[in-house]
C-alpha cells in the first residue's frame, strides 16, 4: 500500500503561483511513477503532468506545458507540481498519482484524497 497525501492548493489570483505537494508513505516511493491530475466541477478527471521513477522524462497535457513543472525528491519521498501563470481554467482538484508509465499514458496504482486550487480572474 502507499498513501499519498496532497497539500499546497488554495485561491490564487490569474497570472499567480502555487505549488502543490504530495507525500508518499508506505511501499518504497522510488518504485512508482509519479503523476498529477485534476478534475473541474462537471468534468471528468484528466491527466496533467508525470515523472519517472528516476526523475527523468516529464510529461505533461499541452493544456499546462510550459507553465506546470512537476518534480520528485526521493529522500523526502515527495513529488511537487509548480503551477506558473495559473488560468481560471486550472481551477480544479487536483489529485497526486502513484502508477506506472505505459505505452499509452500512465496506469495509476494508487491516489491521493486531493487538494482544491482554485484560480480568480
Known amino acids: 500500500q502507499v498513501q499519498l497525501v496532497e497539500s499546497g492548493g488554495g485561491l490564487v489570483q490569474a497570472g499567480g503561483s502555487l505549488r502543490l505537494s504530495c507525500a508518499a508513505s508506505?511501499?518504497?516511493?522510488?518504485?512508482?511513477?509519479m503523476g498529477w491530475f485534476r478534475q473541474a466541477p462537471g468534468k471528468e478527471r484528466e491527466f496533467v503532468a508525470r515523472?519517472?521513477?528516476?526523475?527523468?522524462?516529464?510529461y505533461y497535457a499541452d493544456s499546462v506545458k510550459g507553465r506546470f513543472a512537476i518534480s520528485r525528491d526521493s529522500a523526502k519521498n515527495t513529488v511537487f507540481l509548480q503551477m506558473n501563470t495559473l488560468k481560471p481554467e486550472d481551477t480544479a482538484i487536483y489529485y497526486c498519482?502513484?502508477?506506472?508509465?505505459?505505452?499509452?499514458?500512465?496506469?495509476?496504482?494508487?491516489w491521493g484524497q486531493g487538494t482544491q486550487v482554485t484560480v480568480s480572474s
Open positions: 515523472i519517472s521513477r528516476s526523475a527523468g522524462l516529464p
Open positions: 508506505g511501499r518504497t516511493f522510488s518504485s512508482f511513477a
Open positions: 498519482a502513484a502508477g506506472r508509465v505505459t505505452a499509452t499514458g500512465f496506469l495509476t496504482d494508487y
